[in-house]
């Protein structure tokens, strides 16, 4: 770190702050051992940096957000149906009343043109309730976690325990759906079996929009 002018950037922001990103309930350990080395001409560029609850049993998952300056704007880019929606009953009922309303129209291009938007719609509905119930089970874990760790002996842990790890179970879950969003977006055909999504696929799936972009 001092070879390189390196600094941890959440011990810098936060010194005071008591947050561990690796806790051992049958160890009754905690640690922050998990965290980002930033350049110091850097740091000012840093946006967000957080620790905050995973599907690991027993680390956090560390993030870390740069705000660069003159980003080059996005655009709408090349939009592809998500296929997994064809398991989504509700979507399905979507679809029927719009090929019902389209077919009056008696016109091939506007039946895309509805079940496209009719897609995107639903999509980004979903994938707001998606969110939003991520985001409230990250924050009931955030609330449980430090309960946890001050009360390893207290004789109501088992109950939180117990909460806390149905929590993190419904986590994994949303995560799943959004990796198999991912392996989809990707264009990723060839998937070993038993393989589970991972931040490889958002990376290539990131590769793959930068190639079309320039």
């Known amino acids: 770190m001092e070879a390189f ?12 702050l008591q947050k561990y990103s690796y806790v051992s309930k049958a160890l009754k350990l905690k640690y922050r051992i998990d965290f980002f080395l930033v350049a110091q001409n ?10 905050y ?18 980003e080059t704007s996005r655009g709408p880019g ?3 149906c998500n296929n997994t929606l064809l398991d989504d009953e509700q979507y399905l009922a979507k679809i029927r009343e719009t090929y019902v309303f389209a077919s009056d129209l008696c016109l091939a291009l506007e039946h ?23 985001e409230e ?9 430090p309960i946890i760790c001050n009360n390893f002996n207290s ?17 994994q879950l949303i995560y799943q759906k ?31 929009y930068n190639k079309n972009y320039h």
Do not use: M
């Open 53 to 70: 609850p995973s599907v690991a049993p027993d680390h956090q998952a560390i993030s870390i957000s740069l705000l660069w300056k003159n």
């Open 178 to 208: 959004k990796g198999r969003s991912a392996i989809f977006r990707s264009k990723y055909r060839w998937v070993e079996k038993g393989e589970r999504p991972t931040k490889y696929f958002f990376n290539l799936e990131k590769k793959n």
């Open 155 to 171: 004789p109501g842990i088992d109950l939180v325990l117990k909460k806390f790890d149905n929590l993190k179970t419904e986590l």
């Open 5 to 16: 002018d390196l600094v941890d950037i959440q011990r810098i922001r936060h010194p005071q």
């Open 78 to 80: 090349l939009w592809k």
């Open 112 to 134: 895309k043109r509805q079940f496209r938007a009719t897609t995107i719609s639903y999509s980004k509905n979903k994938s707001k309730l998606i969110h939003a119930r991520e």
């Open 137 to 145: 089970v990250k924050s009931r874990l955030e609330e449980l976690d």
């Open 42 to 51: 850097l740091t000012r560029l840093v946006k967000k940096r957080n620790i």
